[in-house]
């Protein structure tokens, strides 16, 4: 059983392309909406939210555990690593090294949670690539509006929050909520390139379950969880994702 999971249902970009690599296993994700947005909490405080999350996917099983939150990956995984070195964590990473590769003299705008934008662990990507005409922009807020799903209010985050970055070639979607709403950022910075994690996280676990032998054994199970037991959520995650899975209530310890 491999877990996944995110503040919400922003993960779901990422398990998105990771089932299309990887359909052939039993899959858990976990949607902590209960404790959404992680990206404006303390560094501990999101470390122990994310412990409750890991805790109850290895009680079900799961030895591996894909990180599908940047906060989350950037904020956590060296301590998660430590704490339980036998679990495999796959952990992800604003992609400006992609950006980077595929356009270093362009103009380069990462928008980001702001405990990713502040993490050590991106700085050190940052100081790495820095093409010396990037914009850092903590995103305050707005994952909590792509997880309400008003079009309206992200609407006007984007108009007031990006229209001074118009005319960018590149934009790293460095938070697994922003792929949701690509089109609206289009529609404020114009035609550009985007740039996920989603595809390298999903590549690493394949080659993950390769080296373990463990690639194709599952019967393609899908469990969900939502920490609130929100059924606006489970409704948004069955629309995004367009698949079978069951559901787990949050508020009993179910058998799977
Ligand atoms: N989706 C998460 C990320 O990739 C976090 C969003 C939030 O809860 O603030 O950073």
Redesign the pocket.
């Known amino acids: 059983m491999i877990g996944i999971f995110?503040?919400?249902i922003?993960?779901t970009t990422v398990f998105k392309e990771i089932l299309k690599l990887t359909p052939n296993q039993n899959f858990i994700y976990y949607s902590d909406s209960k404790h959404?947005?992680?990206?404006?909490l303390a560094n501990e405080e999101i470390y122990k939210n994310v412990k409750e999350v890991v805790d109850y996917l290895i009680s079900k099983g799961s030895l591996i555990i894909v990180i599908a939150?940047?906060?989350a990956s950037m904020v956590c995984v060296k301590k998660l690593r430590e704490e339980y070195p036998n679990v495999t964590f796959i952990a992800t990473e604003p992609a400006y090294k992609m950006a980077h590769d595929y356009a270093f003299d362009k103009e380069t705008l990462v928008m980001?949670?702001k405990s990713?934008i502040q993490s050590e662990k991106f700085l050190n990507l940052y100081h790495k690539y820095d093409n010396n005409i990037t914009y850092l922009y903590s995103c305050s807020g707005l994952?909590e509006l792509i997880e309400d799903g008003n079009n309206e209010a992200i609407n006007n985050y984007l108009i007031s929050h990006l229209t001074k970055y118009k005319g960018v070639t590149n934009v790293v979607l460095g938070?697994?909520?922003y792929p949701l709403i690509k089109k609206n950022i289009s529609k404020v910075l114009g035609k550009v390139n985007f740039f996920d994690g989603s595809c390298g996280i999903s590549k690493e676990l394949k080659r993950k379950l390769i080296d373990k032998g463990l690639l194709d054994k599952g019967q393609g199970k899908i469990y969900f969880i939502d920490s609130n037991n929100d059924k606006q959520k489970i409704k948004r995650f069955s629309e995004i994702l367009g698949k079978d899975y069951l559901i787990l209530d949050a508020s009993k310890n179910e058998d799977i």
């Open positions: 995110d503040s919400g922003g993960g959404n947005p992680y990206g404006d939150c940047n906060t980001a949670t990713t994952a938070c697994t909520h």
